[in-house]
Structures are given as structure tokens and as C-alpha cells.
């Protein structure tokens, strides 16, 4: 194998595995919050009880992101020096202001969470709530920020020496696709936070443990389970139309659409056929088009407007596109579901949606993890969009043979590091909330 | 154009300020890890040192991740040149501040596992310990470098004998840092072993920061008329020495002061002598990657300086608060 190609397996192997705690962090630092707060304001034990118990398990899901967080930093170093070498101007700061805006924030009073409930104020330790949630969702800006202006680089300009130099920081920060990727990563970080807690209250409650406080922490994750897809329904729309205007191909990948047409089809399921460059399956008929602006017969660009060598792998992306899409209605249809059983209080004695709800815990993971894939992988063969190639972007002085070795080292640690993150995980569970 | 120069030179300063920052920080940290195993003996002892730099440990290595974005962003070249060059190395440092984060989370949760996770939380922190220095050691002694900027040596370069000494000297940095962190948080006889471990460590680093300065003169002639080294080389004797009074009036907060400013004498060292290098080139030193010819442009570097000198004071600021919140000796059962 290629030293490219196993650079980009490393990356891509590295970043999907980090990136499941983040969402997590973002999503239980949201419950923490509103748990904190409502035990300020009205000194309920069983908030505090809720506030403990998450931050326990928020103890252990942030290590794992920060321990693999670091790999990311570096790696646009030790693998993509290419990349590094052509973009610090505009990258760099980006990432540089992660770091003092955004990580110290969450880092420090994070320790104060886990391990100063009795030695500061309730105000204070609100506060401490409070700025490790702003913390975590500054680092979703930055990172965002960062990945998308790989999408839809802005404010640049390209030196005579033929190095990207910046020239509007407001404009490379506020790229085409920075707020509603922001927007849509968070709601992601945000469901997948709702659906841990409500599984394992769900759990709780069947087996009639941790009572209120159970029922409690059920009642506040089932209200966000049933708004946060439907939210996730209102960005994934509006970001897949700044797809179709920013990167055609891209959108025209998704949906495996290859010749520029009015009425074009949304597929449900399906295969891309990408020899003789047709899409076969389940469709509505116009639903593309009417999704872009409301018009049955909307002009949606296709793959063959643009060079061949330029497509991402057509089917490849079709697939984890449609997976994220998919379970995406089903999250919506099981949180209303939820809503529903909640509003008539049945959700209580319901064995089987309480029964259930644990198993949905990895659903927004797979949904979150696609997503990225098809965002990613869409944007191939570019590393920027139209500016530089992921080809050009890998160091050259690393051998496949040094990546052959670290890929496997990590490949070794992360198995041993989610092995023991899921069996400590449970043990955090069956312990419980404090009586 | 404004003068681009200054800038440079600025974040020269300030990038060396974020990795003095880190060794002091994260430097006491890792240096408890590393002298765990000698210094604690029960169960409970070990729980009070981890403890003692559980709520802050995170934050610090923050310093680490912040030097790097700040390295990437003001020199770029520096940054992919050392990173990529030194692949392996990077990798182990790497594999190290992993299992040095987790084991810290695995200890405290998993009970049965405990005793492996003390030993893979020593082993992660000695080897992050070593390494920094060693690869420290290396932009500054020299590299073999392309006129592309590229590395051209491999692993084994990295392990000749000055960079090693830049290694062994900065472990042993750590080291004291690390025990005399202990001292400060600690009672009874794990204070008392900390006190030894202090004593002996100001011996052990006041030998090699010697031979590193020697070496220092030794190997860059020209250094010997800087003022600035002879600052670093006082700075620095003087205040090892003054931990030994400190031991003797059983001082319990100045060792790691003491320590900390001493710290700083070697890196004061490197500046003296690297500047305005980044990484030397071994093999013609117009080959060299310096602050002149590898930075980002002056848009960048204006916008660097207004988020480091806005966000910096108030990261400091808040992060002195936190450590007034875990101010006093660490107890064996804190968390949750």
C-alpha cells in the first residue's frame, strides 16, 4: 500500500475513533448544564444526583477525547507536513485559538466538576458547568471553522511563491459553510448526549433502580431526544442546499446524480452503478429538486459537469450518506415516539420502548460518524476544495513502512483504550446515581 | 511593509514562553508519574499523589496542545519539518501522553486493574519526560536537513549524544519538579520521602545542568560571549541551591518555586543559543529553518499576537483561580 493511502487510513481511523467522545462531551455537558441549573434555582437533591452521576461518567469520556485529541493536532504535522507547510497562514491560527479559546476554558473547570463539588460555591460550581459546556461547544467552533474552510476556504489569497496567505480572518472564520456545519455537528454532539443518558435511564427505570432520580433524568433526555432530530432535520436541510450551491459534485455524489437535470429524483435506498454511471433504487420522484427551493422542477447539477477525475467515490458516498440520512428519520420517529409516551406517562411501565432505549445509544454514533465520512470523503480528491489536492498535502519524508507501524500501534491502543472505555463505562452505569 | 521582522522575532519569544510554560505545568505532573513508583508505597499514598494533580493535569497538557497550534500557526515550516523528520519519535510521544491520560481515569475507576495502570501511567510519563528534551535537544544541536526544508536523517539520528544529554537533563528537570510538587502537596511520611527525594534530585540536576551548559560552550564557540547564557548559568545554579536551604528549614511551598525558576535557566540557554534559529541544519547551516525564513505572513502573525496577548492573561488569570480552589495538601478520597 501507498504511503498516501495509509496516511489517509491513519487519519481516517484516528479521527473517527476521537470523534465519538467529543460528541459525547458536548451532548452530556448540555444535560449537566440543564441539570445544574435547575438545581440552583430550586434545590432539588435529585438534579445534583443527575448533575454527579454524569459528570462521573463525563470524567471518563473526556480523558478518552482529550488522550486522542492530541493524535489530531500532531498528526497534520507528522503525516499531512504538506498541508501544514501551504496553509499555516490560515490553519494555524485557526487551530492556535482552539487552544486558548476554547480548550483551556474546558480543561480547567472541568477539574473543578469532577473534583471540587465541596470546595467552591453552588454558584460557582453552576459556573464551572457552565464554562465547561461554552468550553467544549468553542472547541466545536474551531474545529468547524477549521474543516470547513477545507470545504469552502475563504479569505485567502494565493502569493506569487504560491503559498495560501491570509488575508480575512473574519472571512476565513465565516466561510460559506461554517455556521450551519456548526450548527449541524452540534445538534449531532447533542442527540448523541440525549440518547446515552435516556438509555441508561431507561435502563434504570425498568429494572425500578435509582427511582426519581431515574425517572427524572428519563423524563429530561426523552424531552431532548424528541426536539434535537427534529432539529437535526432543519440544519441537514439547510446544510445539504449550501452543499448543492458550494459543492455540486459533492451533492450530486450523495445522491449518486450524474447528468445535469430539472425534476430530479431523492432516493431513499439505492445503489450507484458507477461503470455505466447509473443510480438504481427506492426514489421519490423530484424530491431533489423539491427539497433544493420548494420547486418540483429546480435545476440540480450532475457528476458529469465536472471532470472525472475529480468525482469522490460515487457509491462509497451514496452509501454512508444514506445510512446518516436513514437513521436520522428513525432517531425522529423513535424520539417523538418517546415524547408521546412520556406526555401520557406511560413511558414509565413501557418495558419494551424502555427496553429498547439502550440499544439506541450507538445510533447516533453510527449516524454522526457517516456523516462525517460522506462530508469527507465527498470532498475527495480534494484536500481543499479546489486548491490543493489530498495527494500533495502528505508529508515526504515519512515511508509506509514508519506508517504501517504506527497505524497497527494505534489500531492496538484504541481497541484496548474503547475495550476498556465500554467496560468502565458499564461499571459507572451499574454503580449508579448516590442514593 | 511593516517591519515582519519584529513580529518573528516576538513569537520567537512568545512560542518559547507557551513551552516553558508546558514543562513547568505539565512538567510537575509528569514528574509525580514518573516518581510514583518511588516514592509512594499503600494504595492510599498513591491515590493522594494522583490527587494531587488529577483536577489540573488536563489543563496542562492544554499548554502542550496551545505551543503546537502556536508553532504551526507563526512557523509552519518548523512545525511540519521536526513533526514529519522526527515521525517515530513524534509517535512515541505520542503513544505516551495516551496511556499517561487514561491510565490516570482507568486507575481511578477500575479497581482490579489498578496496579497495571500504575505502571502504565509510570511508563507513559517517564517515556513523554524523555523525550521532549531529547527531541528539543536535536533542533538546536543540529539536524540533517534538505534545501526543501525536509529532514534527511532517520531515527537513529535523533539519538547522538549532545541531543541525549538535552534529554537526560530535562528528565531530570521534570523529575524535581515533579518531587518537589509532592513536597508541596503532601503530608506525613509521604512528605518525608519527598523531601529525600527532593535532596537527592538538586544534586542529580545540579551535575547535569553542568555538563549541559559545558557541552552548551563546548559545542556553540560563539556562545561564550552571549550575556545572556552567563545570566541562564548563574540563574539557574542559583536557584538549585537555594533548594537546599529550603530542604534544610523543611520549606514546604518554595522547593517548587525554587525548581520552577531553575527550569527556566535552561531554556533561557536554548534561547541564548538558538536564536533566531528554529531547527539548526547539521550540514550547512544556511540550510537552517529560522524564524526569517519559515514564519506565516505578517497578517498572521498581527492576529497571533492579538489572540495570544487578549487570550493568554485570561487564561492564566482563570487558571490561577482554579488552582486556589485545590490550594492546600491532597486527601486520598476527593473525587466524586
Given at each position: ?30 444535560i449537566?448544564?440543564i ?27 473526556f ?5 486522542t ?5 500532531f ?30 476554558l ?23 458547568a ?8 468553542l472547541?466545536?467552533?474551531?474545529i468547524?471553522?477549521a ?7 475563504a ?9 495560501i496567505?491570509l488575508?480575512s480572518?473574519t472571512?476565513?472564520v ?7 456545519r ?12 440525549a ?21 427524572t433524568?428519563?423524563k ?16 441537514g ?25 430539472k ?7 439505492g ?39 475529480n ?26 415516539l418517546?415524547?408521546y ?23 447516533p ?28 498535502a502528505a ?33 459507572i452505569v ?6 | ?13 512568545l ?31 498513591k ?11 488536563d ?27 522526527f515521525?517515530?519519535a ?14 490516570i ?9 489498578a496496579?497495571?495502570w500504575e ?17 528539543l ?6 539536524v ?15 539519538l ?7 534529554g537526560?537533563?530535562?528528565?531530570t528537570?521534570i ?5 518537589s510538587y ?12 519527598s ?25 556553540f ?15 539557574t ?5 537555594s533548594?537546599f ?17 531553575s ?10 543559543v ?9 550540514n ?13 505572513g ?17 487564561v ?12 492546600g ?8
Amino acid at each position: 500500500m501507498s504511503a498516501l493511502l495509509l496516511a489517509r487510513i491513519q487519519f481516517a481511523v484516528t479521527v473517527g475513533f476521537h470523534f465519538l467522545f467529543p460528541a459525547m462531551t458536548l451532548g452530556t455537558a448540555l444535560i449537566i448544564l440543564i441539570s445544574e441549573t435547575i438545581y440552583l434555582i430550586k434545590k432539588d437533591e435529585t438534579f445534583k444526583k443527575i448533575t454527579d452521576f454524569l459528570v462521573r461518567l463525563l470524567g471518563l469520556i473526556f480523558v478518552m477525547g482529550a488522550a486522542t485529541g492530541i493524535v489530531m493536532e500532531f498528526s497534520f504535522g507528522t503525516n499531512w507536513s504538506g498541508y501544514s507547510r501551504a496553509v499555516g497562514d490560515v490553519f494555524g491560527p485557526i487551530l492556535a485559538a482552539e487552544g486558548v479559546i476554547a480548550f483551556f476554558l474546558e480543561s480547567v473547570f472541568l477539574g473543578v466538576l469532577i473534583f471540587a463539588r465541596e470546595k467552591v460555591s453552588p454558584k460557582v460550581y453552576w459556573l464551572s458547568a457552565l464554562l465547561v459546556f461554552a468550553g467544549g461547544h468553542l472547541s466545536a467552533f474551531w474545529i468547524v471553522v477549521a474543516n470547513s474552510w477545507m470545504q469552502t476556504p475563504a479569505g485567502y489569497a494565493i502569493n506569487e511563491a504560491g503559498r495560501i496567505n491570509l488575508i480575512s480572518f473574519t472571512d476565513a472564520v465565516s466561510n460559506p459553510s461554517t455556521n450551519i456545519r456548526f450548527y449541524h455537528t452540534v445538534i449531532a454532539s447533542w442527540i448523541t448526549g440525549a440518547v446515552m443518558a435516556a438509555g441508561i435511564a431507561g435502563y434504570y427505570v425498568r429494572k425500578g433502580l435509582h427511582g426519581q432520580t431515574a425517572r427524572t433524568m428519563l423524563k429530561i433526555s426523552i424531552i431532548l431526544f424528541a426536539i434535537t432530530p427534529l432539529l437535526q432535520l432543519a440544519t441537514g436541510h439547510i446544510h445539504a442546499i449550501e452543499v448543492i450551491n458550494m459543492q455540486p459534485e459533492k451533492a450530486a455524489a450523495f445522491e449518486g446524480h450524474f447528468s445535469t437535470a430539472k425534476g430530479v429524483p431523492l432516493y431513499l435506498v439505492g445503489f450507484v452503478d458507477e461503470q455505466n454511471e447509473k443510480t438504481y433504487g427506492i426514489y421519490a420522484p423530484k424530491g431533489l429538486s423539491f427539497l433544493y427551493d420548494f420547486d418540483w422542477n429546480s435545476e440540480i447539477k450532475g457528476l458529469k459537469d465536472f471532470p472525472k477525475e475529480n468525482w469522490p467515490p460515487v457509491n462509497f458516498v451514496f452509501q454512508v450518506y444514506h445510512i446518516m440520512a436513514g437513521i436520522g428519520i428513525l432517531l425522529i420517529a423513535l424520539g417523538l415516539l418517546g415524547a408521546y409516551l412520556l406526555w401520557t406517562e406511560k413511558i414509565y411501565e413501557n418495558k419494551l420502548y424502555l427496553f429498547a432505549l439502550p440499544f439506541m445509544i450507538p445510533l447516533p454514533h453510527i449516524a454522526h460518524e457517516t456523516g462525517w465520512i460522506s462530508a469527507e470523503v465527498g470532498r475527495q480528491p480534494w484536500i481543499i476544495y479546489k486548491l490543493m489536492k489530498t495527494a500533495d498535502a502528505a508529508s515526504v519524508v515519512v515511508s509506509a513502512g514508519e506508517i504501517t507501524f504506527s497505524l497497527l500501534m494505534f489500531f492496538l491502543i484504541y481497541l484496548l483504550l474503547a475495550v476498556m472505555f465500554v467496560k468502565l463505562f458499564i461499571k459507572i452505569v451499574q454503580e449508579g446515581p448516590a442514593a | 511593509m511593516e517591519n515582519i521582522r519584529n513580529f518573528q522575532e516576538l513569537w520567537f519569544v512568545l512560542i518559547l514562553v507557551l513551552f516553558i510554560g508546558y514543562s513547568l505545568l505539565d512538567g510537575f505532573d509528569l514528574g509525580v508519574g514518573a516518581l510514583m513508583p518511588f516514592i509512594s508505597k499503600t494504595r492510599q499514598e498513591k491515590d493522594i499523589l494522583m490527587n494531587s494533580i488529577g483536577p489540573v493535569w488536563d489543563g496542562n497538557e492544554v499548554w502542550l496542545v496551545t505551543g503546537g497550534g502556536a508553532l504551526f500557526a507563526a512557523f509552519p515550516h518548523a512545525y511540519a519539518t521536526a513533526f514529519s523528520g522526527f515521525y517515530l519519535a513524534m509517535m512515541l510521544v505520542l503513544f505516551a501522553l495516551i496511556f499517561r491520560a487514561v491510565s490516570i481515569e482507568f486507575r481511578a475507576q477500575d479497581q482490579a486493574g489498578a496496579a497495571i495502570w500504575e505502571k502504565s501511567f509510570f511508563a507513559g510519563s517517564t517515556a513523554a519526560a524523555l523525550l521532549f528534551g531529547v527531541a528539543l535537544g536535536n533542533v538546536v544541536y543540529g539536524v540533517p536537513l534538505d534545501n526543501k526544508m525536509e529532514f534527511t536523517g532517520n531515527f537513529f539520528t535523533l539519538l547522538r549524544p549532545v541531543p541525549l544529554l538535552f534529554g537526560i537533563t530535562g528528565f531530570t528537570a521534570i523529575l524535581l519538579q515533579g518531587a518537589s510538587y509532592a513536597v508541596m502537596k503532601t503530608e506525613g511520611e509521604l512528605l518525608k520521602r519527598s523531601f529525600r527525594a527532593v535532596s537527592i534530585l538538586v544534586w542529580v540536576n545540579l551535575i547535569t545542568a553542568i555538563v549541559y551548559f559545558l557541552t552548551i560552550a563546548f559545542t556553540f564557540r560563539d556562545i561564550t560571549s552571549n550575556w545572556l547564557f552567563y545570566m541562564a548559568v548563574l540563574w539557574t545554579v542559583l536557584w538549585l541551591s537555594s533548594i537546599f536551604f529550603s530542604v534544610k528549614h523543611k520549606n514546604e511551598s518554595s522547593p517548587f518555586w525554587e525548581s520552577s525558576f531553575s527550569f527556566i535557566g535552561l531554556w533561557l540557554a536554548v534561547a541564548a543559543v538558538h536564536f533566531p534559529n528554529l531547527i539548526k541544519a547539521s550540514n550547512d547551516q544556511n540550510l537552517s529553518i529560522t524564524i526569517y525564513n519559515s514564519s506565516t505572513g505578517l497578517q498572521t502573525l498581527k492576529l497571533m499576537s492579538v489572540i495570544a496577548l487578549i487570550g493568554m492573561p485570561v487564561v492564566i488569570a482563570y487558571t490561577i483561580f482554579v488552582y486556589r480552589v485545590f490550594k492546600g495538601k491532597a486527601k486520598s478520597s476527593e473525587r466524586y
